[in-house]
C-alpha cells in the first residue's frame, strides 16, 4: 500500500502541474525492476478526469552500473523520439527536487496492451501481430537516424562491442559466482565481435513488454532508460531474445513475427542493408547481457540495496538466458533424465512449502489486486521454485560431479565448478562435445529447477 506522506507530495505535484486540479487516486501498476510506474488519476477544475502515467527512479536505483540513464534525461528522448516520428507519450511535468519524490516525470495516459504474453496471444490483435515486426523495424530505424545533440551525447553511455563484452563479463565476474555457460559465451562474443559501424543512437530496451499495442499497430515504444550511443545492430538483436518471445520461440521476433519482416521494415526506413551476422551476435550477447543482469538485480537484494521480493526471483532467470545461450551456440540433446524424490513417511520440506503455496493461492491472492497481487504472485513463485530445489538438485549435482570429474579430474563439486570457470576464462580449455553436452546439461538442469515451463527446456 501506498503510504500517506507519499500520496500527498503526489497531490501537491498535481496541484503545481495542473493548478486547481484534485488528485482522486494514485496507484502503483507494478514493482519495474529500476524504474516505477504508477497511474494517477485527477480531477481538474472543469469537472473532467483524466488519467496520466508517473514514471520516478526506484529509491536507491537512480543510476545503474551498466550505463542507465536518469528519469530527468528521458523527458527529452521521448521529445527527440516524436520529432522522429516514434510513437511515444507526450511528456508534460517533470519532478522538481521540492517535490520530494525522486527523479522522474508524469506524462499522458495511452489506451494499448502492454503486456507481451497478452500481445503474442490475444485474438483481437491476431491482425495487427502479421506487420508488427516490420513496424517494429520501422521505428528502430527512426530511432538510429535521430541526431542527437552535444549535450546528451556527454551524458548518453558509448562503449564498443568488445568493451560491453568485457564491461559485462567483468561484472559477473564481480559477483564471484561460478556460471560456466557465461564464461564459455563470453569467449564466443569476444572471439566473433561485428564488425566496427557507425554510432547511433539506441534504444537499448526495445523488446514485446515495453512496446504498447492495439488494434492500430505500436502506439507506444517505452522504457527508454538504457538508452545509449552504439552499434544500432544491438537494438534488432535484443528484440529476437528469447527471454520476450513468452513462450513462441519459433517466431523470433518478440514471439510475434518473422526475422525476416523485421530486417525489411528496417531497410525500407532506413535505406541501409542489415547484418544479419551482427544482428545474430546482439541476440547471443542480450542473453549473455541478460543473465549477468540479473544476477546483478538478485545481489541488490542480498546486499539490502532493494529489498524487494521480486529480486531473488529475478536472479534465478539467468538459467533462462544462459540456456537461450546454449540454443544459440551449442544446440543438441537437453535431456535431464527422470528426477523423482523419494517418499518418506513425514511431510518433507517440499510438501511443507507446497502448502503455504496452496494457502496463498487460495485464500489470500483473491483479496489482492493491483502491485500487492502481482508481489504475492512473485512471492509464490520463489515458494515454488525452493520446492523444486529441494525436490530435484541432489539428482542433478550427482550428475553434474560426474560429469565434471570426468572433464578435470577427482574434486569436490564447488571446487570443479570453479576449476571450469577459471579455465574457461584463461581461453585455452579445450571445446570438445564433452564440455558442451556437460553446459548443456548443467544449464538445463538449473532452469528445471528455476523455470522448468520456460520454452528454452525443449531441444530446437
Known amino acids: 500500500m501506498l503510504d500517506a506522506e507519499f500520496n500527498a507530495q503526489i497531490g501537491q505535484f498535481i496541484g503545481r502541474t495542473f493548478p486547481g486540479a484534485q488528485l482522486i487516486d494514485v496507484r502503483q501498476l507494478t514493482a519495474g525492476a529500476s524504474q516505477q510506474t504508477f497511474r494517477v488519476s485527477v480531477r481538474h477544475p472543469e469537472g473532467d478526469e483524466a488519467n496520466y502515467a508517473l514514471r520516478r527512479a526506484q529509491p536507491g536505483l537512480e543510476r545503474s552500473s551498466y550505463g542507465q540513464v536518469t528519469p530527468s534525461v528521458e523527458p ?16 508534460i511535468e517533470s519532478l522538481r527536487s521540492s517535490d520530494g519524490l525522486g527523479d522522474g516525470y508524469l506524462m499522458e495516459w495511452l489506451q494499448g496492451e502492454t503486456m507481451g ?22 521505428a528502430l530505424a527512426r530511432i538510429h537516424a535521430i541526431d542527437v545533440p ?18 559485462t563479463w567483468e561484472a559477473y565476474i564481480a559477483l564471484e559466482t561460478p556460471q560456466p555457460m557465461i564464461d564459455f559465451t563470453a569467449q564466443w562474443l569476444l572471439s566473433n565481435l561485428p564488425p ?38 544491438r537494438d534488432l538483436g535484443w528484440l529476437c531474445v528469447n527471454s520476450w518471445r513468452f513462450g513462441r520461440r519459433d517466431l523470433p521476433v518478440g514471439g510475434f513475427g518473422a526475422l525476416d519482416d523485421l530486417v525489411a521494415g528496417y531497410e525500407a526506413a532506413s535505406g541501409s542493408c542489415v547484418d544479419r551476422d551482427a544482428l545474430h551476435f546482439w541476440e547471443v550477447f542480450g542473453s549473455f547481457w541478460w543473465s549477468v543482469t540479473t544476477l546483478g538485480m538478485a545481489q541488490t537484494w542480498r546486499t539490502g540495496e532493494t529489498p524487494s521480493v521480486e529480486r531473488p526471483v529475478i536472479g534465478r532467470r539467468s538459467s533462462e538466458a544462459q540456456m537461450d545461450c546454449v540454443h544459440l551456440l551449442i544446440p543438441g540433446e537437453i535431456d535431464t533424465g527422470r528426477l523423482q524424490r523419494e517418499e518418506t ?47 530435484l538438485t541432489p539428482t542433478l549435482e550427482a550428475q553434474e560431479l560426474s560429469r565434471l570429474i570426468s572433464l578435470l579430474g577427482e574434486g569436490e563439486l564447488p571446487e570443479l565448478r570453479w576449476r571450469l570457470v577459471q579455465a574457461l576464462r584463461s581461453g585455452v580449455f579445450p571445446d570438445t562435445p564433452a564440455l558442451q553436452q556437460h553446459l548443456r546439461l548443467s544449464v538445463a538442469g538449473r532452469l528445471a529447477v528455476d523455470q522448468p515451463t520456460y520454452s528454452a527446456l525443449t531441444a530446437g
Open 76 to 91: 527529452e528522448l521521448l521529445e527527440l523520439a516524436s520529432s522522429a516520428h516514434v510513437p511515444v507519450p507526450k511528456v
Open 117 to 138: 504474453q497478452r500481445i503474442v496471444k490475444l485474438p483481437e490483435l491476431e491482425s495487427v501481430r502479421e506487420n508488427l515486426a516490420f513496424e517494429c523495424g520501422q
Open 150 to 167: 552535444n549535450r546528451l551525447q556527454e551524458v548518453l553511455h558509448s562503449v564498443s562491442p568488445e568493451a560491453l563484452v568485457r564491461e
Open 196 to 233: 566496427e559501424s557507425d554510432s547511433a543512437l539506441v534504444h537499448g530496451d526495445f523488446r514485446n513488454g515495453n512496446l504498447m499495442v492495439s488494434e492500430q499497430g505500436i502506439t507506444a515504444v517505452l522504457d527508454w532508460e538504457l538508452c545509449h550511443l552504439g552499434d544500432p545492430m
Open 345 to 391: 513417511d513425514l511431510p518433507t520440506p517440499v510438501e511443507l512449502l507446497s502448502s503455504v503455496r496452496t494457502h496463498l493461492k487460495t485464500s489470500v491472492l483473491e483479496n489482492l489486486d493491483g502491485a500487492d497481487k502481482f508481489l504475492l504472485l512473485v512471492a509464490m513463485n520463489s515458494l515454488a521454485i525452493a520446492e523444486r530445489e529441494l525436490q
